[in-house]
């Protein structure tokens, strides 16, 4: 949803053993003893594992031994399946980071009209923002990338749009979504609409995740 996220169509997990999301062993160097570790720690064997998590036990057994790393949705559903987070796979401890953002501390960024405070700790595998969508800016944007979405409207009225259906939320609504289904996110108000937004696509510095206005369409 921010700017600033690449496009990504094939970003889920895969049970092919060459995964294209998968990074060089270099990128992640305490991410193979993590996933042994927490896997054995969940009692689980290699093959139940693997079959939890739509792999092969070959391709898991490459990531548990360093050979290949895995993409964060891999991670994502991995820390589901071992019953932890994706920083505890990573190799992070609690005490890494601050567990507490000041109001004084969220300075806003703007990016394609939208305007961002970030909520919660950078670099985390769940990114939480508050966020001013005015009306008017990237209501035709269509968004699809790997991860899930969490928004809660403060102030205003939002048209969300997912695949073909289109919702209508106000103050103290909801959306929780897979982030591979096309969205739309538009201001129904003119005073624009706030927001509480998680998601758990990692920022990249990539070009912007925009497939474009559909012809012919409102948002």
């Known amino acids: 949803m921010p700017q600033g996220q690449g496009l990504v169509l094939n970003g889920g997990m895969s049970s092919s053993e060459t995964a294209p999301r998968d990074e060089p062993a270099e990128a992640l160097p305490a991410v193979a003893p993590q996933l042994r570790a927490l896997r054995r720690r969940a009692s689980l064997t290699l093959e139940a594992a693997a079959r939890q998590a739509g792999l092969s036990p070959a391709h898991l057994s490459r990531l548990e031994t360093g050979q290949r790393q895995p993409s964060l949705p891999m991670l994502l559903s991995l820390a589901r399946i071992y019953g932890t987070t994706v ?7 609690a005490a890494d980071r601050d567990a507490v953002v000041r109001a004084a501390d969220m300075d806003p960024t703007v990016a394609g009209g939208w305007t961002y405070w970030q909520a919660g ?12 969508v005015p009306h008017g800016s990237q209501g035709d944007i ?3 990338h790997p991860g ?12 969300l749009r997912l695949g073909d259906a289109l919702h209508r939320l106000g103050p103290g ?6 982030s591979l289904t096309p969205h739309r996110i538009a201001a129904q108000d ?3 609409v706030e927001l509480l937004f998680v998601h758990t696509l990692l920022q990249s510095p990539t070009a912007a995740l925009c497939l474009g ?5 409102t948002p």
């Open 87 to 93: 920083s505890e796979l990573l190799g992070e401890s």
């Open 121 to 132: 700790a950078a670099g985390r595998g769940m990114q939480a923002l508050r966020v001013h």
């Open 142 to 144: 269509v968004r699809v």
């Open 148 to 159: 899930e979405e969490w928004l809660y409207v403060l102030k205003g009225r939002l048209r």
């Open 173 to 178: 609504d909801s959306a929780h979504f897979d």
């Open 190 to 192: 003119p005073d624009g």
């Open 213 to 217: 206005p559909t012809p012919g369409e």
